[in-house]
């Protein structure tokens, strides 16, 4: 953790200057090394959790975890150090562990976490486009121009910064920055010191949470931002500490105090599906399938294991290694599409099947056989479907899978009336087949599902650009929010093994 984002604790609970304090300070030890043991308990069951359900990549949770780990470390020998020793007491007043408890309890609150204690950028002075989504800017990340929040949760749409600050310590920040008068020296003896000369102040954390949230983007749109200040009153004893909050607020960001905090937090277990993300929880209930994603399908690369042969290319050959280390269908695609139903449009319909046609396996083409009747109804039923396609697969097939696709023929000029002006600028960079596909998607308010990653990316690119020329010329005020087509990218492509003698020189391009 920075010192810049250090929450200084506030002195323990119990006197620790009673007549035998000693008593009180192995007390105060034994409870913060017991209840550190038992968050670091809840964190690996969560993170059990998240493994038995494919969800661990979705979550980082390293920053966390290692500083609880450091906290418990620092708590066990302070739980064996001589009580009588003053700086013992020094040490369990100085520690973090307040904050740890504050943002891990907060945190069991929330829903689709992504991550906690984690870093976010900006480019000073710049409106560059995604910092830190998916689109790559130039540029340097320093940790000048950063900020950390303290839980991301609701798929990356929300930021929380917990801060465990007291109203004593906002006003001490304020005295040294000039902005009230000096407070006595009797008040400022009872504020632990950071050992940070130029420790930010609450206002400017927050300052700087805004500027990196005005870097990102999630699905088209900045996350909201909430400060969780649970030793805060709603109404502050302090003038000067109200009109910090309010300042705080027409910054565009929601406070909660000590007000709004629950009488007790629950235990881990009560609440893991909840806190842990689901990556498909903004999908639409009809997906949208690209060419790329119907090649993923039927290859044989997707079903089983494929023995490398000279003549395969390198894309080929890399695909091989991926597949063996992460198996594509069964633990991205086919979770994706759950029991929704499944679309796509004639042009990737048709192109997919150029391409099995040319190049595919006998294998290759009866799984496209199986995806969609194209041009002739079979009248085979879904379990039907999926009993042939499981014969062809050496994984098993998810029973909710829901084939077939339905293949929908797409009015072009009827799609670009219902888009934003931008959307000219996005067509014009596409091929006919990419057109049809995620302007369809963005019409029909339809997730899309790809492995087009350029283009995503590049539409995503385009429309930020958008947003932000609104925001230069006419000011955050008056900043606008276009939202693009909602993609979700598989993490890797497959193409069609093919034949040798198709192989050779084949071109399975999509684009």
């Known amino acids: ?18 007549s035998d304090p000693s008593i009180e300070v192995k007390k105060l030890a034994a409870d913060m090394q017991q209840r550190c043991r038992l968050f670091l308990d809840e964190l690996e069951q969560f993170q059990t959790y998240l493994k038995d359900q494919r969800k661990e990549k979705h979550v980082d949770l390293r920053i966390f975890r290692s500083g609880l780990q450091s906290e418990m470390k620092m708590l066990d020998k302070l739980a064996t150090a001589d009580p009588k020793d003053p700086k013992t007491s020094h040490n369990l007043r100085s520690s ?48 000048t121009y950063s900020a950390v929040v303290s839980i991301v949760a609701q798929s ?86 109200a009109n910090l909050l309010q300042q705080i607020r027409n910054l565009g960001v929601t406070i909660q105090t000590m007000e709004d905090m629950p009488p007790e937090f629950p235990p881990i277990i009560e609440v893991l599906d909840r806190l842990a993300i689901d990556p ?51 633990n991205s695609v086919w979770p994706s599409c759950g029991s929704r139903k499944l679309i796509c449009t004639r ?17 290759e083409k009866k799984r496209a056989a199986l995806l969609f009747p194209l041009g002739n109804d079979f009248g085979l039923s879904r379990e039907q479907l999926l009993e042939e396609f499981q014969q062809l697969s050496d994984y098993t097939v998810p029973p909710e899978w829901n084939l077939p696709i339905k293949v929908l023929d797409v009015d072009m000029n009827a799609i670009m009336s219902q888009l934003p002006p931008i959307a000219q600028k996005v067509s ?15 019409a029909t308010s339809m997730t899309t599902i790809s492995s087009n990653a350029v283009v995503a990316r590049e539409i995503e690119k385009i429309i930020e650009e958008e ?25 890797s492509a497959r193409s069609l093994v093919g034949k040798e003698k198709n192989r050779r020189g084949a071109n399975g391009d999509t684009s």
């Not at 907060?106 to 950028?121: G, P, V």
């Open 467 to 491: 947003n932000e020329s609104f925001k230069k010329a006419g000011g955050p005020a008056l900043s606008q929010n276009i939202k693009g087509p909602e993609i979700w990218l598989g993490p």
């Open 347 to 363: 042009e990737a319909a048709v192109r997919m099947q150029e391409i099995v046609d040319t190049i595919g396996t006998e294998t």
């Open 428 to 442: 014009e960079l596409l091929a006919p087949i990419n057109r049809s596909v995620f302007l369809y998607g963005w």
């Open 156 to 241: 990356g749409l929300e930021w929380i910064k917990v801060s465990s600050i007291t109203e004593k310590r906002i006003i001490w920040d304020l005295t040294k920055s000039g902005w009230v008068a000096e407070s006595s020296s009797e008040e400022s003896e009872d504020i632990e010191d950071d050992n940070d000369d130029e420790s930010e102040g609450l206002l400017k954390q927050v300052e700087a949470l805004v500027k990196a949230c005005h870097a990102t983007r999630v699905r088209y749109q900045h996350p909201k931002i909430r400060l969780v200040l649970p030793r805060i009153k709603a109404q502050p004893d302090s003038k000067e500490v």
């Open 96 to 143: 973090n562990f307040s904050f740890f408890d504050a943002v891990w309890s907060i945190a069991k609150t929330c829903s689709n976490l992504t991550a906690l204690q984690k870093r976010f950028y900006w480019l000073p002075g710049r409106h560059a486009p995604f910092v830190n989504g998916k689109v790559a800017t130039t540029g340097p990340r320093h940790r």
């Open 280 to 330: 498909f929880v903004s999908f639409s209930g009809t997906l949208n399938i690209d060419c790329t994603i119907l090649l993923a399908f039927v290859s044989d690369l997707s079903h089983g294991r494929v023995e490398p042969a000279d003549w395969h290319n390198k894309a080929i050959s890399r695909q091989i290694e991926m597949e063996n280390e992460d198996q594509l269908l069964q």
């Open 1 to 18: 953790m920075d010192k810049a984002d250090e929450i200084i604790p506030s002195p323990p609970q119990g006197d620790l200057a009673d």
